[in-house]
């Protein structure tokens, strides 16, 4: 099958093919260097101490796995916009619909964290901004006012999102780099890691669990961002993969030095009640001031700016992206299908992103509170890829030239271990999502009837429901924070199992839509006649 241009994509012609393998990389690096490096070292070590490590390398291997999936799919379908585009292509609007909405409300909780973590570091300085917990009301305005920087930047073209990120990025990977050389060099303790409870004074559950709740899928997870501007890349094969796997090997590395240098820089005296005891507003910016190390306490204060808002940049360029596809896919309204004609950038995506995005700082004012709701949805949301592409490969849209080697093991894996990601974040933060997930549900229900799609636009999506179904109530009954009444590994064991055998299921359902809606790839834009 070859991909033919969709008759609509006038639009998409007005997106400009300037990205090379370092704007890409500078792109995924410059999104996964953002708060998360602030913050995250910290609520993984309160939650599981030394354990924490652990955590890091299976969520490094969780995004390696996701991200390979996704470099097939945009080599074989390059489309800014496209994580919420290829569901569509193989398992139709239903699944496309709860997929791209929880992935848009991910997404769009992220400028607003960025904006959050910046402030709260910045309140070092800057009194009245940051209290107890959370941002106070001049916090949460400066907060408003940062995210109206971040969508002026993306407003004018993506080659001033390039330019202005590349910089950015530079910096970024310097800072934390020569943080944990001096955090390491002056005042590392290695008892810390062996005594205080000893390495999982918590359990290894606690590890586990930590993956998404303390922000490591957050802090991983930009490397999507690449994908979204895979429609904007001059050689996607060329410089996709490439790019891909060299994000995620620098920061699996660069988050494990992170957490290293935390916990053998904290001093003894703190950890008497434990690594729950643990607690900074500026986590290492704090440390170095305990090490006497006051220019690198300036020099983290004043990156804490920079850091957070260039990936809060990336972030609002990739949304906007969303906000098109999603818009394409007929479950955002059409007139989000719009790129400004001067600017190559879907500027009415960015602004109702940016309007809307601002509702995430009312009821969840901090950086740890938005990340562990967010977290959550974006493990989710990454099961979909691996369904597409072996219905790719199924029905001949990914010819063996597109094709990676070892995607039939690594895309199952992916799926399986985003599963179990999902499962570990532990049943009282997972209902969390319930409310989100309902609304997208609601909506999708209201546009199904409203554009008389048909019964064949539910059947490919039908897996996903039973696979959200199945990890609600595993969540309930097991042993992270639910019942108990599944012990554990065995609790572990079978949801990897069972989402397993819903894999294939998706897998036949995407395979099954695709030989039923020949035109799909070709004809996505358009009115879907009724049918069954």
């Known amino acids: 099958m070859t991909l033919a241009l969709e008759p609509t994509l006038n639009e998409d012609a007005k997106f400009r093919k300037t990205l090379g393998f370092w704007s890409l990389v500078a792109t995924g690096l410059g999104s996964v260097i953002g708060s998360g490096w602030l913050f995250s070292a910290m609520y993984a070590a309160q939650s599981a101490g030394p354990a924490s490590l652990i955590a890091w390398v299976i969520g490094g291997v969780l995004m390696l796995t996701v991200a390979l999936v996704f470099a097939e799919l945009a080599i074989a379908h ?19 619909g709860i997929v791209g909405w929880s992935m848009w409300v991910c997404y769009l909780g992220n400028p607003p964290t960025e ?27 400066l907060a408003i006012v940062l995210m109206a920087v971040f969508v002026g930047i993306n407003y004018f073209g993506v080659q001033l999102f390039a330019k202005t990120n590349n910089v950015v990025t530079a910096i970024k990977v310097l800072v934390p780099t020569v943080t944990v050389v001096l955090l390491i060099v002056s005042g590392f303790d290695g008892s810390n890691i062996s005594q205080h409870g000893g390495f999982a004074p918590y359990g290894y559950g606690a590890a586990l669990g930590t993956i998404a709740s303390a ?11 690449i994908v979204e501007l895979s429609g904007e890349v001059r050689h996607p094969r060329k410089h996709i993969p490439k790019a891909l796997v060299t994000t995620l090997l620098v920061t699996i590395v660069l988050y494990l030095a992170l957490q290293v240098a935390f916990l053998g820089a904290v001093p003894s005296s703190m950890l008497v009640g434990g690594w729950h005891g643990v607690n900074f507003d500026s986590p290492f910016a704090q440390l170095a001031m305990l090490l006497g190390l006051s220019w690198l306490y300036w020099t983290l204060i004043a990156d804490s700016m920079i850091s957070p808002s260039g990936a809060a940049i990336a972030w609002t360029a990739s949304n906007a ?94 799926f399986v271990i985003s599963a179990l990601v999902i499962y570990w974040v532990g049943w009282p933060d997972l209902t969390r999502t319930i409310p989100i997930v309902a609304v997208g549900l609601v909506w999708f229900a209201v546009t199904w009837v409203r554009q008389n799609q048909g019964v064949g636009e ?75």
Not at 134 to 139: A, I, N, R
Not at 392 to 409: E, H, I, S, Y
């Open 78 to 96: 390059p489309e800014s916009g496209g994580l919420v585009r290829y569901p569509l292509y193989s398992n139709g609007r239903f699944a496309a």
């Open 115 to 141: 904006a959050a973590g910046a402030l709260q570091y910045a309140s070092s300085y800057l009194p009245g901004i940051y209290q107890g917990d959370q941002l106070t009301g001049l916090g949460i305005l």
């Open 215 to 225: 922000g490591m899928v957050f802090a991983y997870t930009g490397f999507r961002n």
């Open 321 to 414: 992206r969303n906000a098109y596809g999603l818009a394409k896919n007929r479950f955002f309204p059409g007139w989000l299908r719009t790129v400004n004609d001067r600017w190559g950038v879907p500027t009415r995506g960015l602004i109702t992103n940016f309007v809307v995005g601002i509702l995430f700082l009312l009821p969840l004012p901090s950086w740890h509170e938005i990340v562990s709701v967010t977290s959550t949805l974006v493990a989710f949301t990454f099961s979909v890829g691996s369904i597409s592409l072996l219905a790719f490969r199924r029905t001949g849209v990914t010819g063996p030239a597109n094709r990676l080697p070892g995607m039939a093991v690594i895309a199952p894996l992916a």
């Open 458 to 532: 539910l059947s490919g999506g039908v897996w996903l429901i039973a696979h959200l179904a199945f990890l609600y109530l595993m969540s309930a009954l097991g042993s992270f924070e639910g019942a108990g009444l599944i012990p554990a590994p065995w609790d572990s064991v079978i949801v990897a199992v069972v989402s397993l055998g819903i894999y294939f299921w998706g897998v036949a359902s995407g395979t099954a839509y695709l030989r039923a809606h020949p035109g799909v790839l070709h004809h996505a834009d358009q009115p879907v006649e009724a049918a069954g």
